[in-house]
């Protein structure tokens, strides 16, 4: 993105639909694994925290915080309002917008891994302070959407633009062999199949390759899936809901709330489940899902799950079609 040019946000622009716009262009030409442009991945995100937020003054800075989420390692390519030597972060281009500015670059900050502990990350994703509760929360409910988002069980990985790189590859190296396999070599490191394809015989082999990103990506889903479960599924409903059992919640609408962490639940059990049946008993056995099954007076959404003997064969009721 560098050398990008963009306006900061002035006096007068409508904050949500500004961040709208600078996410459409920091993320065009970007495309999703399943083929679709990078902007409909905010876009889902954006729609899923709006069914979900109440009218507060933090409803603006959360679905501001929704499109941009994703952008921050964009930004520091882009030249702000012309001036190539002035600040290029995501604080200068909304520094007019004030406090709300301030607290949606707080929330893209925390939703975004790029160096450290995973641990550290997570930590911060949930923690929860007293003077900055509802930032706090809405941290939580973005990344837990951010994740529902990115997992769909029937999802499928578009192959196409990778399989026409590798044979641009081929065709500008293939008369110098030794280029030829370091450059096929680096690809396959890029795409992080490098392990899968050096299994194959055959030097230059497309079926081999579209396999391999099939089985990259079939992983990753699955790893993802353990991980909602056993780990962010609970602990955002443990955050966001169980905490707020016994008192008025202005920020989020409680009810619409379970129905996506429930849609989580859902999407990731169907997957998990195609390998280990029993899964879903399991995740009633660890972590926070036991700790939330034990809760007086609340029935966590596992055990609504565990209780509902269709529930892996069933739509999920209430669930927002956008997801």
């Excluded at 996410?23 to 889902?44: C, D, F, M, S, V």
Aim: net charge positive; glycine share 4%.
């Amino acid at each position: 993105m560098s050398g990008l040019m963009v306006q900061a946000f002035k006096d007068g622009d409508d904050f949500v639909e500004y961040a709208k716009a600078l996410a459409a262009k920091l993320h065009a030409g970007q495309i999703r694994e399943n083929g679709q442009p990078y902007i409909t991945h905010p876009e889902q995100v954006f729609k899923a925290a709006d069914y979900v937020l109440l009218d507060s003054s933090f409803k603006e800075t959360g679905l501001a915080a929704c499109w941009l989420h994703d952008t921050i390692e964009d930004v520091k390519g882009i030249i702000v309002d012309g001036n190539a030597k002035g600040k290029k972060t995501l604080a200068s281009l909304l520094k007019k917008a004030g406090r709300k500015g301030k607290h949606t670059c707080t929330i893209v900050d925390r939703v975004t891994h790029l160096k450290g502990r995973y641990i550290d990350y997570m930590d911060g994703i949930f923690r929860i302070r007293k003077k900055t509760e509802e930032l706090d929360r809405l941290t939580i409910l973005i990344k837990i959407i951010d994740r529902i988002s990115n997992h769909d069980p029937k999802e499928m990985i578009n192959t196409s633009s990778a399989l026409k790189e590798y044979k641009a590859i081929y065709d500008g190296s293939k008369s110098d062999k030794d280029r030829l396999y370091q450059d096929l070599f680096d690809f396959y490191t890029k795409r992080k199949v490098d392990k899968l394809m050096v299994q194959t015989k055959q030097r230059f082999a497309p079926d081999a390759l579209d396999a391999a990103l099939k089985v990259k990506f079939r992983q990753k889903q699955e790893a993802m899936a353990i991980d909602n479960l056993s780990l962010y599924l609970p602990k955002a409903e443990d955050s966001l809901i169980v905490q707020h059992i016994d008192e008025e919640d202005k920020l989020l609408n409680q009810e619409r709330l379970r129905d996506i962490l429930k849609l989580g639940y859902h999407r990731s059990l169907v997957t998990v489940s195609k390998k280990n049946p029993d899964f879903v008993n399991i995740m009633a056995k660890i972590g926070y899902n036991k700790n939330n099954t034990s809760i007086a007076g609340y029935n966590s959404i596992c055990r609504e799950i565990l209780d509902d003997s269709n529930a892996m064969r069933t739509i999920m009721p209430n669930v927002p079609i956008f997801l």
